[in-house]
């Protein structure tokens, strides 16, 4: 099969197209041909040494976490799904995966059934970034009905989900983006969109029940500022969290990191919002397996809304 794999870890152009074996599903794993494969900040974080790399290891190593595709084959005790079904998910993390591959083999349980209403390009952008999201709105945080949401970066990979996800639950949310996002976020059902660049977001936003924050640092500890005495802020750079942890403490105020796991149940609820026309994934652009490096260096632009994907 063909494998985008890595030497040494570096820029963008260190990836490069190679050779490997079909893998062979283990028991209780099933093996899926990928159609297509998301493309995340941890990948091109990953593939320069950062991220997960110290997870995987040296190279050589493949990264990529998110899949969609056909099960092509299933292993002993395999009971969620058969040859031929459609699938995505989020194998592994952050152990290596190796999304960007024409085959894939993980836990039955790493899967979840690709909603109908998604195509496979679009499937494979939802689930590190949906999860993500989900986890720490529903799981860490028990959003409810009413309750103040603020998210950061909202027109992004995880953002335009999170306001999507936020707003199924009855949430009020309010969303940092650039001026010209902010026709997208109005599309997404955002209550308030907030121009980061023209002001400081600090000054305009009334206390919430929570802050979603891409960011760490001093995004994260000015946060703090509009941040409700018994709401919680949850830093998803988990490794940028601890000045913000740091300073809530300080504050008498709640804030944690946090790093999103492979949970096919998640990822069902998310397919099921999907068939209820309550959450859309926006694809930005997508690429051919063999350019991944084309799709690092748009991603490392940092201008991207919604998310890439990778087709094989």
Known sequence: MRVITQLSTGGPEVLEIGEAEVPEP?????????????VNPVDWKTRAGSGMAAVIGPPPFTVGWDVAGTVDAVGLGVTRFSVGDSVFGMPWFPRQAGAYAEFVTAPSRHFAHRPAGLSEVEAAALPLAG???WQSLVDIAGVQAGQRVLVHAAAGGVGHLAVQ??????AYVIGTASIGKHHLLNDLGIDEAVDYRAEAF????????????????????????????????????????????????????????????????????????VDDRRLRVLVAETF?????????????????????VLTT
Do not use: N, Q, W, Y
């Open 288 to 308: 051919p397996l063999e350019r991944a490096s084309h799709a690092h260096r748009a991603g490392e632009l940092g201008r991207t809304t919604g998310k890439m």
């Open 131 to 133: 999860l993500t999201a």
């Open 202 to 273: 600090e000054k305009v936003i009334d206390p919430v029940d929570l802050v979603l924050d891409m960011f760490g640092g001093e995004i994260a500890v000015r946060s703090l500022d509009v941040l409700h005495p018994d709401g919680r802020l949850i830093c998803l750079p988990s490794g940028a969290a601890a000045e913000a942890v740091a300073a809530a403490a300080d504050r008498g105020l709640r804030a944690t990191g946090m790093l999103v796991e492979p949970d096919g149940d998640g990822l069902d609820e998310l397919a099921r919002l």
């Open 26 to 38: 283990l028991p209780t794993e099933i093996r899926v041909r990928v159609a297509a494969a998301g």
């Open 165 to 170: 996800i936020a707003k199924a639950r009855g």
